[in-house]
C-alpha cells in the first residue's frame, strides 16, 4: 500500500518538473512586455518644494499647484514648509502659491525639472489704491498706472472716473510707481505697499513740438514734398512747405493717429508716439504707380509710322509695357521706352499701355488720307493802283514856291531844268531871225 500510494505523489512531481520550464518561458515573455510598456511611459522626477519668506521661516499650509504642457499636479506644504511634486522629467513646470496670508506676484518657473530642491520665497499680502488729480484739484480718470518690482510690470491698470485705481493683491514690498495720461507729464516715483496702502499723484498738462519731413526717397538724395497734406490727431490739418517740412504742438505722452496725403502719392497711416520731449517725424510717400502714354504726333497719314512712348509716375520709360491699339495688341516697349506703330485705316484710334497690372490713360490718334494743309497760302500781290490827281489838285514842290501839277520834287527840278534850255533855245532862235 505504500508502495501504491507513492506512485502517485511521484507522477505529480514529474508533472510539475515538466510544466515548469513552460511557466518559465511564459513568464518571460510576460516580463519582457511589461519591461517595453514601462519604457513607453514618461520619465518622472519629484521635485521638493520648500516654500519660505524672505527671511528663511517657513511656510506651511501653502497649497501648490504645479502646471506643464498637458499636465498639472497639485501638494500642499507641510510643517517644514516642504511638499513633493512628481514632474516629467525635463519639463518647463511653472509653480503658483496660495495661502491665505502670504503671496507671490508671479508663478515660480522651474526649467528643465529635475530631481532637486526648489526654493519658493513668498511675502505677506498687500495692497495699493492710487488717487489721480491734476493740478485744480479734480480726478483724473483714464491715467495709466504701473506697478514694476525689479523692472518687471507687476500690475497694468487704469484710473476709474473717479481717478482711483486699486492694485488687487500683491506681496508687500518696495515698488516703482508709474502714473501717466495722454496730455499730461508723466509722474514716477518709489512706494512701499504694506497692507492696504494709499497714494495720491497730481499730474499737469504739457505740450511738445513735432517737426514733420515729408520725402520721396525715389529720388537720390530724397526729394523734399511740398504741400502734402498732414492729418495730425489733435492738431488738425496742416500742409508742408516747400522744403517738405511742417510742425505741430501736440500733448506730451500721447499716441495720436497720423495721415499724409498728397495728388498723385499713395496715403501713409501710422500712430505717432510722443513723448515729453520735441521730436522730428520722418516720412516717406511715394508716387501712385500709374502708366502714361504719348505720341510724337497725334494726327498722321494712314499707314505713316508713328512713335508712343510709355513713362511711369515720375516720367521714367517703361520697357516691355504691351501696346494696344483698338484693344489689339500691337507690339511692346523697348528699354527706352518706346515703340513705332502704323495705322491702315482712316479715323480715330485708341492707344492704351499696359504692364505689372496697370493701364494708361487711352490716347486718342487720328488718322487720315490726305494731309490737312496747316496754314492757308497768301495771295499773289499785286500793285496797288496809285489814285489818280483829281483836277487842280496841286503837288506840292520845292521849298522855292514852285508848284506844278502831278510832280513830285524830283520831277519837279528835272522839268525846271528842261523849261529853262527850252526858253535859252528859243532866244538863240531870236537872235539869229533878227
Known amino acids: 500500500m505504500r508502495s501504491h500510494t507513492r506512485l502517485p505523489v511521484l507522477a505529480a512531481v514529474v508533472l510539475v518538473l515538466a510544466v515548469a520550464p513552460a511557466l518559465g518561458a511564459v513568464g518571460a515573455v510576460g516580463s519582457g512586455a511589461g519591461a517595453d510598456a514601462a519604457a513607453t ?15 528663511g521661516d517657513a511656510v506651511s499650509g501653502a497649497e501648490l499647484t504645479a502646471t506643464w504642457d498637458d499636465g498639472e499636479a497639485t501638494a500642499t506644504t507641510a510643517s517644514n514648509g516642504r511638499a513633493f511634486v512628481d514632474v516629467p522629467e525635463d519639463a518647463t513646470v511653472e509653480v503658483a502659491i496660495d495661502h491665505p496670508d502670504y503671496v507671490r506676484n508671479e508663478p515660480y518657473v522651474v526649467e528643465n525639472a529635475t530631481e532637486d530642491l ?10 495699493l489704491t492710487v488717487s489721480v488729480e491734476d493740478a485744480g484739484g479734480d480726478p483724473v480718470g483714464d491715467a495709466r498706472v504701473v506697478l ?3 523692472g518687471e510690470i507687476v500690475v497694468n491698470g487704469r484710473t476709474n472716473a473717479n481717478g ?8 508687500q514690498r518696495t515698488y516703482s510707481l508709474s502714473v501717466v495720461k495722454q496730455g499730461y507729464y508723466r509722474v514716477m516715483r518709489d512706494v512701499s505697499v504694506g497692507t492696504a496702502a494709499r497714494e495720491s499723484v497730481t499730474v499737469e498738462r504739457g505740450s511738445v513740438t513735432v517737426s514733420f ?18 492729418q495730425l490727431e489733435t492738431a488738425g490739418t496742416f500742409r508742408t512747405l516747400d522744403n517738405g517740412e511742417a ?9 495720436l493717429d497720423l495721415v499724409v496725403t498728397k495728388a498723385g502719392y499713395g ?34 497719314l494712314v499707314g505713316e509710322r508713328n512713335v508712343v512712348t510709355v513713362v511711369d509716375a515720375y516720367g521714367d520709360p517703361v520697357a516691355d509695357a504691351t501696346v494696344l491699339v483698338d484693344d489689339t ?35 486718342t490718334v487720328t488718322a487720315v488720307r490726305e494731309r490737312t494743309p496747316t496754314a492757308t497760302p497768301s495771295a499773289t500781290p499785286t500793285a496797288t493802283p496809285i489814285p489818280a490827281e483829281s483836277p487842280g489838285t496841286p503837288t506840292e514842290g520845292p521849298e522855292t514856291g514852285v508848284s506844278f501839277p502831278g510832280f513830285t520834287p524830283v520831277t519837279a527840278v528835272i522839268a525846271l531844268l528842261a523849261l529853262a534850255a527850252l526858253v535859252a533855245g528859243m532866244n538863240r532862235r531870236g537872235d539869229r531871225s533878227e
Not at 164 to 171: K, S
Open 41 to 55: 511611459q514618461e520619465a518622472t522626477v519629484t521635485l521638493t518644494v520648500a516654500v519660505e519668506t524672505p527671511t
Open 118 to 127: 526648489v526654493s519658493i520665497t513668498v511675502r505677506e499680502r498687500g495692497s
Open 148 to 150: 514694476r518690482a525689479d
Open 164 to 171: 482711483g485705481f486699486t492694485t488687487g493683491v500683491v506681496e
Open 213 to 230: 519731413e515729408v520725402t520721396d526717397d525715389r529720388f537720390t538724395p530724397p526729394s523734399a514734398v511740398a504741400d502734402a497734406q498732414i
Open 247 to 255: 510742425t505741430a504742438q501736440v500733448p506730451v505722452n500721447a499716441n
Open 267 to 300: 496715403t501713409v497711416e501710422r500712430t505717432l508716439d510722443v513723448g515729453e520731449s520735441a521730436t522730428t517725424v520722418r516720412l516717406n510717400i511715394s508716387r501712385t504707380p500709374e502708366l502714361n502714354v504719348t505720341a510724337v504726333n497725334d494726327r498722321v
Open 329 to 363: 495688341e500691337v507690339g511692346t516697349t523697348g528699354g527706352d521706352g518706346t515703340l513705332r506703330i502704323q495705322l491702315e485705316e482712316a479715323g480715330e484710334h485708341t492707344v492704351v499701355a499696359e504692364a505689372d497690372d496697370l493701364t494708361s490713360e487711352p490716347l
